[in-house]
């Protein structure tokens, strides 16, 4: 089975703290994502990359970064986090060569709180 | 770009068939996908519809119309499980057709 594990599930930081939130997957996927969830909003993509080093801006990038410097290793860098960025982040995968429906599998999520 | 549309809730009773609606304006797909999330859990992969008509999987059937803009999930013979959040999905054409465009979802509640 596909595996997509997020560093922690809940975490507490304070305004203008840098945050990693980190995300690694166990299928050799070569894409990688990073979503926040909001009541009413749905998924929204912040960030995704399509392989090593490489990325790209999803819809909401501001006031985040990412970094992948290895193969099943997408971390997402809030560089001085804000209350607003308090959400629920989502970490995916997916193959390119090997998948039809484009599936997407997510990691169990991280509830970030900042104070 | 894209936008999808969903209602926001749905109630429906055990046993029953519910049927979630998904209207979208995209300027090109691929397909249509459906993902389920229960609350607290990871969103999960339901089925993708590439051509127009129903695929079935299952008690689940997905329905695409690209000549209507419109596809849905219908879910048969309900139970208490299947009160969770559906999204809707599509996958772009063009560059970044890796990424996929998620719809705000629908809480589907399953009453007895």
């Known amino acids: 089975d596909v595996k997509v594990t997020q560093s922690s599930r809940y975490l507490v930081k304070r305004t203008g703290e840098k945050v990693f939130l980190e995300c690694v997957q166990d299928?050799?996927?070569?894409?990688m994502f990073w979503y926040r969830q909001d009541p009413g909003l749905g998924l929204r993509l912040i960030y995704f990359s399509y392989d090593v080093k490489m990325k790209e801006k999803g819809d909401i990038p501001e006031g985040y970064s990412v970094s992948r410097e290895k193969k099943e290793r997408f971390s997402l860098i809030l560089e001085s986090a804000s209350t607003n960025q308090t959400s629920m982040y989502l970490c995916a995968s997916s193959s390119t060569g090997t998948n039809p429906y484009n599936e997407q599998f997510f990691g169990p999520g991280t509830r970030l709180t900042v104070l | 770009g894209q936008s999808l549309e969903q209602p926001s809730e749905v109630t429906a009773v055990e046993g029953a068939i519910v049927q979630i609606n998904c209207t979208y304006q995209?300027?090109?797909?691929?397909?249509l996908s459906w993902y389920q999330q229960h609350d607290g859990g990871a969103p999960t992969f339901l089925s993708y519809?590439?051509?127009?008509g129903l695929e079935e999987t299952g008690r689940f059937s997905s329905f695409l119309s690209r000549s209507d803009s419109y596809g849905y999930l219908l879910l048969q013979e309900l139970q208490m499980k299947d009160s969770a959040s559906y999204f809707c999905a599509v996958t772009p054409i063009g560059r970044g057709y890796q990424k996929v465009t998620f719809g705000i979802g629908t809480k589907l509640q399953v009453i007895p």
């Open positions: 995209t300027s090109g797909f691929y397909g």
């Open positions: 299928m050799d996927h070569e894409n």
């Open positions: 519809n590439a051509l127009d």
